[in-house]
């Protein structure tokens, strides 16, 4: 990548081998009916022991073997894709429902609604609901549809082109002065990362979020997961003065896709930019291994538009097979789950402009 940030003493650890698997079209186009419904209209439907499953060619980070097994998937509802390049649609049972597991995933409306009523007729469940997908084309009438969050997804293919040059060119002078203030600096990419290095991740990011005065998401049974994850799928920048740990961040790929999970970096160097030193190099590392597509994930931060990230607007969909469906205590549930981020994102404008208005009836100091 012409933007790289890669210097002596401070590049990207050699790729070797390749990540791309049939199911890269996940990141390039929605996946369709076509894809999946065989000409006698038929799918192609079997169900497996998550223990147990295996897929050379995951779809993505929340469909891989090790992921089902590490979060504790059992039960799988299996749909095959008519040919090589369609990656395998997996469900299992929730609140007495079906859940799509593929979150991310892109999906044409119309297969939505194809597979939400087969589905429903051949298992019998009340309801499905497909969680944070990225939906092409106008949603059917009596689908429930939930939008919260959106992904931040960038295309590596021209990633260089698409970062803010001003944000790169800083970074690079940073990661310069950086080195050369700290002779023992090293920042290198590398697979299957340790827990210690996940552990050094949580702490530095434990600081930075406590410090904003919220609450840090990461405990100790999500960071043993995480490693458990990381040490199979995972890798990591990681910015090193001699054998301390300065910078890290925590990328899984699967799909032919990176992940970026989360990351941390030491407060005693706040001018260095060593989250971004380590996450530009990241991406730079995911595109020299030959993936398609950088996930930032949610959260609409400004640094995320800065590196060329699109805004994929994710939507959650709840379909139900009946309108005695609506009363089951599953499917309530479920709306009130996503329901309830939905309104409160719908709300949030109303809420900052009334702030704003209050602010002007106060008296002035003086």
């Avoid at 390049?85 to 297969?111: K, Q």
Wanted: hydrophobic content about 45%; charged content about 25%.
């Amino acid at each position: 990548m012409s933007a790289s940030i890669a210097m002596s003493g401070l590049a990207p650890e050699e790729a070797s081998g390749s990540h791309r698997s049939p199911s890269d079209v996940v990141g390039g186009r929605a996946l369709t009916r076509a894809d999946y419904v065989a000409a006698d209209g038929s799918l192609r439907v079997r169900r497996a022991d998550a223990a147990t499953y295996d897929d050379p060619a995951p779809g993505g980070l929340y469909t891989h073997p090790v992921w089902l097994r590490t979060y504790g998937v059992r039960d799988l509802v299996i749909v095959e894709g008519q040919g090589p390049d369609a990656p395998r649609l997996l469900f299992t049972r929730e609140g007495g429902g079906l859940l799509h597991l593929g979150r991310l995933f892109r999906l044409e409306a119309d297969l939505v609604g194809v597979l939400g009523e087969r589905l429903m007729a051949e298992t019998g469940v009340p309801f499905v609901v497909f969680e944070d997908v990225d939906v092409a084309g106008p949603l059917a009438p009596g689908h429930v549809a939930f939008h919260y969050q959106n992904n931040w997804r960038l295309p590596l293919r021209d990633a260089a082109e698409r970062m803010s040059k001003q944000l790169v060119s800083n970074t690079k002078r940073k990661a310069r002065g950086l080195a050369r203030e700290n002779p023992g600096i090293s920042v290198r990419f590398e697979a299957s990362p340790s827990r210690a290095v996940l552990e050094r991740i949580a702490a530095f990011g434990r600081i930075r979020i406590e410090g904003q005065g919220r609450r840090y998401g990461i405990g100790a049974d999500e960071l043993a997961r995480l490693a458990a994850v990381a040490a199979e799928i995972g890798h990591a920048t990681i910015v090193r003065k001699d054998e301390a740990i300065l910078a890290a961040d925590l990328i899984c790929i699967a799909g032919g896709q990176a992940h970026f999970l989360t990351h941390g970096y030491d407060p005693g160097y706040p001018k260095s930019s060593l989250g971004m030193i380590s996450l530009i190099n990241s991406i730079e590392a995911s595109a020299a291994l030959g993936l398609t597509d950088f996930n930032l994930m949610w959260g609409d931060l400004p640094y995320k538009q800065q590196l060329g990230g699109e805004r994929v607007p994710l939507r959650t969909l709840v379909l139900r097979r009946s309108a005695l469906a609506f009363l089951h205590r599953g499917h309530l549930a479920a709306l009130a789950r996503f329901g309830w981020p939905d309104l409160k994102r719908r709300l949030k404008p109303a809420v900052s402009r009334m702030r704003a208005w209050t602010a002007t009836l106060r008296p002035s100091a003086g």
